[in-house]
């Protein structure tokens, strides 16, 4: 039997992540569960034959500090009502991530947002959904959102 009492919903500030996020909200409610939002993030690394440029101490600070004001947003604007709903911030691989978080808040369910990418945009871009799927141990929900 399903007994939900922690979902966490990773979202990337796209429109299909806002989708899974009140989707995750709902099916909390009616589980009496509590939702658990996190966004993690890499730094720019761009590697050339010769070297790599990497960001350096000021724009990595710009770059937190926006995925915090826009995971905040986003809790916000799902506040107040009868779910309690807490956020964490990560920075690193986004599917590593989520995987530590699940396992940290001892999360029943994870749902996420797929942009349902194919060809040459899913192999330079991975599939953060997928690798979710094929990592974790609990159960995973995913919300397609319409195609690029």
Same mark, same amino acid.
């Given at each position: 039997? &399903?007994?939900?009492?922690? $979902?966490? #919903? @990773?979202?990337?500030?796209?429109?299909?992540?806002?989708?899974?996020?009140?989707?995750? $909200?709902?099916?909390?409610? %009616?589980?009496?569960?509590?939702?658990?939002?996190?966004?993690?993030?890499?730094?720019? $690394?761009?590697?050339?034959?010769?070297?790599?440029?990497?960001?350096?101490?000021?724009?990595?600070? +710009?770059?937190? *500090?926006? @995925?915090?004001?826009?995971?905040?947003?986003? #809790?916000?604007? +799902?506040?107040?009502?009868? #779910? %309690?709903?807490?956020?964490? &911030?990560?920075?690193?691989?986004?599917? *590593? *991530?989520? +995987?530590?978080?699940?396992?940290? #808040?001892?999360?029943d369910l994870i749902v996420i947002g797929t942009h349902?990418?194919?060809?040459?945009?899913? @192999?330079? &871009?991975?599939?953060?959904? *997928?690798?979710?799927?094929?990592?974790? %141990?609990?159960? $995973?929900?995913?919300?397609?959102?319409?195609?690029?």
């Open positions: 039997m &399903l007994n939900l009492k922690r $979902v966490l #919903v @990773a979202i990337d500030f796209t429109e299909t992540s806002d989708t899974a996020f009140d989707f995750a $909200v709902q099916l909390a409610e %009616k589980f009496g569960a509590s939702v658990t939002a996190v966004h993690a993030f890499e730094i720019p $690394v761009i590697g050339f034959p010769d070297g790599a440029l990497v960001a350096t101490a000021d724009i990595a600070s +710009r770059i937190q *500090e926006a @995925a915090r004001q826009g995971l905040d947003a986003a #809790v916000k604007t +799902r506040a107040g009502g009868a #779910v %309690k709903i807490d956020s964490i &911030l990560r920075e690193g691989s986004p599917h *590593e *991530e989520v +995987r530590a978080v699940a396992e940290q #808040v001892h999360a349902g990418r194919r060809g040459l945009a899913r @192999a330079l &871009l991975g599939s953060v959904a *997928e690798n979710i799927i094929r990592t974790v %141990k609990i159960p $995973v929900l995913t919300i397609h959102g319409p195609r690029d």
